[in-house]
């Protein structure tokens, strides 16, 4: 039997990232998809894996996004990576 490891979110409280996708009413796939990048990459981040980065072009796919759900940018915390100190090793 696979044993799920707790994430770090799981400890230190929700993902940011994962609020605000849940708002959107998405899964990781799709919101991966709609920024531009893969549901694995959305699953770490929101685990606190690895710190989200974001090129211009996936910065401009979510604002896009964003104002298609009636929020801007601006609505965004100014954090959406982990505590600080709380990365893996593996980063």
Do not use: C, H, Y
């Amino acid at each position: 039997m696979i044993k799920k490891r707790p994430s770090r979110n799981e400890q230190q409280g929700e993902s940011p990232l994962r609020s605000l996708r849940l708002e959107l009413d998405m899964s990781q796939e799709e919101f991966g998809r709609a920024i531009g990048t893969t549901a694995r990459t959305i699953s770490r981040w929101e685990a606190g894996d690895s710190v989200p980065t974001f090129t211009v072009t996936q910065m401009k796919a979510l604002d896009r996004l964003l104002r298609s759900k009636g929020k801007t940018i601006q609505d965004l915390p100014d954090d959406f990576g982990p505590p600080k100190g709380q990365l893996s090793e593996n980063t």
